[in-house]
């Protein structure tokens, strides 16, 4: 059996009943939000779809964006939007690297290398991700 994505990590942010704590990315989904499509299950405390997918229904506390990556086998991708004003690129940089899922770290701190060479030419992208990640 794979690890689970969240593994015995009593600080990350996700829930104590969360598919994350006993599963590996991959073998549950993300919702945006509680939804009928994934009804709570009383009987162990657990979402999961009609078809028995488990679901984690808090995104931002997982770190992964939602999608059905378990019934339907979605991609587990990250698009990395800087903001328009350079001021706020390192506090961006900051919140999206510290909540990110790490198995997508190394995707993140590639796509910032390369768009922060090029939507400012005037910072230097290993210093700007330094700053972020201290």
Same mark, same amino acid.
């Given at each position: 059996? %794979? ?10 942010? $996700?829930? @104590? ?30 979402r999961?779809? %009609? ?14 964006? %939602? $999608?059905?990556?378990?019934?339907? @086998?979605? !991609? ?6 800087? !903001? ?6 390192? !506090? ?6 510290? @909540? ?13 290398? $390369?768009?922060?060479?090029? $939507? ?14 201290s």
């Open positions: 059996m %794979a690890e689970p994505f969240v593994n015995d990590d009593v600080l990350h942010r $996700a829930c @104590g009943i969360c598919p994350s704590r006993s599963r590996a990315v991959g073998e549950f989904d993300v919702f945006e939000r509680p939804s009928r499509e994934c009804p709570f299950n009383p009987a162990d405390g657990h999961y779809t %009609a078809d028995g997918t488990p679901v984690c229904v808090h995104p931002d506390k997982v770190g992964l964006p %939602a $999608a059905r990556y378990k019934s339907e @086998g979605a !991609p587990l991708s990250v698009t990395l939007e800087l !903001p328009a004003d350079e001021s706020e690129v390192i !506090p961006y940089l900051r919140n999206l690297l510290y @909540g990110a899922a790490p198995v997508l770290l190394e995707s993140l701190i590639e796509q910032a290398s $390369a768009e922060i060479t090029r $939507a400012f030419p005037s910072l230097d992208a290993v210093t700007t991700l330094r700053r972020a990640l």
